[in-house]
């Protein structure tokens, strides 16, 4: 969950590799950034036809997100805290520009190397392509909502590398109490609500 929510502020403010673009400054960033979180969770209601593909009662299932929302944003401000240099405080700087899909890349691969690891990648793989197009839905949906700001800014941040990035998220999300018992709740929780092809899946999650 966190992973994605990163991902969707990365590609706001887009990340790509070759050229170089203005530093966004954390004036520029601030409203803009304020306007993806708060869209986080009416976006997710509005793509929840991407849940009910699963089974899902989405109500249910939106209860079991809204229970860990301290967690997650407490996990979003620590990988925040490691990124205080993202912005510039005064206009002037360059950055690297970063592709979107890069990031996006490295996210799915640590995702796929934990459930490989876990012995679950081959039956989770219809949640990962369903989990892609509620992505897909709730990056159009936040772009919309945000009046399309971090693409009017034309700016960069400057960042570590994507495996680095995806790495500092994922320690973020641990110390934040998402560990291994935690997304296991998680997980019987959203099972609970309908989720059927995670029926044997949650107690072999193993956060490391």
């Not at 990340?15 to 009416?42: F, H, N, R, W």
């Amino acid at each position: 969950m966190l992973t994605k929510s990163l991902i969707i502020l990365a590609v706001a403010f887009g990340l790509s590799q070759a050229q170089m673009v203005k530093q966004c400054t954390c004036s520029e960033v601030e409203p803009c950034k304020k306007g993806y979180v708060d869209s986080v969770i009416p976006c997710a209601d509005s793509c929840q036809e991407h849940a009910a593909a699963l089974g899902a009662n989405y109500q249910q299932l939106r209860q079991c997100l809204m229970q860990k929302e301290p967690m997650l944003r407490a996990a979003m401000s620590c990988t925040e805290g490691n990124l205080r240099d993202a912005c510039a405080a005064s206009p002037g700087q360059m950055v690297p520009k970063r592709y979107p899909e890069t990031l996006k890349i490295a996210a799915m691969s640590e995702i796929n190397r934990m459930l490989s690891r876990a012995g679950i990648a081959s039956q989770a793989k219809g949640l990962l392509s369903q989990g892609k197009k509620l992505y897909g839905c709730m990056k159009t949906c936040m772009d919309k909502k945000s009046g399309q700001c971090a693409k009017k800014l034309g700016c960069g941040l400057k960042l570590p590398s994507d495996s680095q990035l995806v790495q500092q998220a994922k320690q973020c999300a641990i110390q934040s109490g998402f560990n291994t018992q935690s997304v296991q709740q998680l997980c019987h929780c959203a099972q609970q609500s309908g989720i059927g092809a995670l029926n044997g899946l949650c107690e072999k999650i193993v956060i490391s």
